[in-house]
């Protein structure tokens, strides 16, 4: 049995916990109101992160759908659960959703400019989710960055670059900015190099080198078919593009653009063909005669130190 002492403490703290602490329209909150409101809050954080991780791993992943698209379905099913939650749950505790909502827009107005990039980005993150410009997993172009998607979340994208540097960009960023997507349709990628050489090579034969050299690379396409294209008569050499289609180097293309020059090096240098570098020819047809008279006279090796057998 309880003792009576044991009784009395138990009772002081069931009213500690239910003493007013303030009111919320028609809602008394307490101790034991906030005590109970961080456990629906965590409830609801376990339940959408396992619809979300039963969602996308044991039904999304039998179907054909690409990793962007259960991505997406998958953080739209979250944000539905707290949604019902929040109507669900609410109520249970006791508020008033018509009074929530006018205490939230009042505090809205308050603190709404101090929030309104953060709105801003979450309503981003939600098109990018539904319209699917981007999806996880594409390689995209912004600016001078280049990267890999990994992550939509809430406020911020996360796109790993080819450094293995994780930017964090804001969703708003790749809704209102002009962003290339390399990869939206298909993971097949075009690449092209620039590759010149000396005006006394052989155009025919350069061209076949480079057919061998793509051809020779596994991570290169065989359709669509490799092709060299004639680009014209740069100042010292004759400039050529191999154009080449891969899917397996769309997220590390300056390993295949290395493998592509170190290729062709070895391959020109066991042919004998030139590799030009820029250079410049300067041919002085005479001296202005301003310049003659302005320039030192020679001095006799006398004065220097010279012996008599220099005059």
């Known amino acids: 049995m309880i003792s009576a002492p044991h009784i009395e403490v138990l009772d002081d703290l069931v009213e500690t916990l239910n003493a007013p602490l303030l009111h919320l329209g028609k809602a008394t909150i307490t101790a034991a109101w906030i005590l109970k409101l961080v456990g629906f809050v965590a409830l609801t954080v376990l339940t959408a992160r396992l619809v979300r991780n039963r969602f996308v791993g044991a039904v999304l992943r039998r179907t054909h759908l690409d990793e962007g698209a259960r991505y997406a379905s998958a953080r739209i099913a979250g944000y539905v659960v707290w949604c019902i939650a929040a109507l669900i749950g609410l109520p249970l ?47 995209i172009q912004l600016s001078d960055l280049v990267g890999t998607v990994r992550e939509i979340r809430a406020r911020v994208t996360l796109v790993v670059t080819n450094e293995n540097l994780q930017i964090l960009l804001p ?77 397996e180097a769309i997220h590390f293309p300056d390993i295949l653009r290395s493998e592509i020059y170190f290729a062709a090096w070895h391959a020109f240098k066991e042919r004998g063909i030139e590799i030009p570098f820029p250079q410049r020819d300067l041919h002085i047809r005479s001296i202005p005669d301003a310049w003659q008279r302005e320039a030192p006279s020679p001095t006799p090796l006398a004065e220097v130190g010279g012996d008599e057998r220099g005059r």
């Open 93 to 139: 505790l006791g508020l008033d959703l018509s009074s929530l909502m006018v205490a939230l827009g009042a505090i809205g107005v308050g603190i709404g400019f101090g929030l309104q990039h953060n709105a801003d980005n979450f309503v981003s993150g939600l098109i990018l989710l539904f319209e699917r410009p981007i999806k996880v997993g594409d390689r």
């Open 171 to 247: 969703n708003s960023e790749l809704v209102r900015n002009r962003v290339v997507n390399l990869s939206n349709q298909d993971r097949m990628v075009r690449f092209r190099f620039r590759i010149g050489v000396s005006y006394g090579s052989d155009v025919e034969e350069v061209r076949q080198i480079l057919m061998a050299i793509a051809a020779a690379n596994p991570r290169i396409l065989e359709a669509p078919a490799p092709e060299v294209l004639f680009m014209g008569f740069g100042d010292s050499s004759l400039d050529f593009d191999l154009r080449v289609a891969t899917r």
